[in-house]
């Protein structure tokens, strides 16, 4: 599968201005979008076959060859992808703005409701204020396996192009798979923001945040924290707190001109309507680069 992107910068003084002109645009109301993205590199030169069978059920061998195959013989960076909306929704409007903390709040109160109908049920699983008194508790995070290529040298197309998969995995000890197929721990962040759905583009207004140690002073640990402080504790990429607006299409074969003409037409056309609002530009390809060196 392939990604086709445009990306604009957005200063924080407006970022509640920009949610409303896209929350008008996509004639929807902005979705939180909270994930965790734990960075892994792979510790087994290129071409040896590491075989992940077993180390975890809810991820196809054929799924996992089909990323294999992709990455052609180079060696990348890869992520687990989490999505924390469930554990971390009270503390999102804090940390993103007083315009959209009514939106947020409603979500935390649903995700609220939704652990306690869960526990009413049987379940019994502990909440945050149970586990976390201070942090988010993620223990019980589903994730996924995402890997992206170097994007296509730019000049071929008037938006970034690369390769992508992602491979849900539902069971199993996320470590130990990607242990098995060869990767270690390196780092994290947190990726927070609302997301739009624009005809057949992802709109993502964004910042990365710093996951720094929970106590200070504290080394990187070999592996990731089962906890981690809460939203408005973190520390932004961007000292002065901007964010990012990415726009992406995700095609099937982007090397076909007919099915790839689609989505670019279309990023072009959202690109003009964003004029003078918001730049939208190609990305820097160096910036996007995900091989490990």
Known sequence: MHELLLFGQVPASRHDQILKVLAGIAAMQPQLVVERHLIFRPTKP???????????????????????????????????????????????????????????????????????????????????????????????QKWSLEFRDLPEVPGRRPVTSRLMASVQLTDGDPLRFMAALGYTYVSEYVLQGHQFIYNNIILLLHRPLFVSPLKDGAKAAPAPPTQLPRLETLRPLDPSNGLVLQASIRVQDGTKPETASVGINELKAFKETMKGVVEMEVGDRLALDTRAR
């Not at 992808?81 to 999102?92: F, N, T």
């Not at 409007?93 to 939704?114: I, N, P, R, V």
């Open 46 to 140: 290129p071409g040896t076959k590491a075989s992940p069978a077993g180390a975890n059920l809810g991820a196809q061998a054929s799924q996992v060859q089909a990323l294999q195959a992709q990455m052609h013989g180079d060696i990348f960076y890869l992520q687990l992808v989490g999505d924390m909306r469930a554990s971390s929704a009270a503390g999102a409007s804090q940390a993103l703005g007083a315009s959209t903390e009514g939106e947020d709040t409603a979500m935390a109160e649903e995700a609220t409701s939704e652990e306690a109908t869960d526990t009413d049920e049987g379940s019994k699983e502990p909440t945050q204020s149970d586990t976390a008194p201070n942090g988010i508790d993620t223990s019980k």
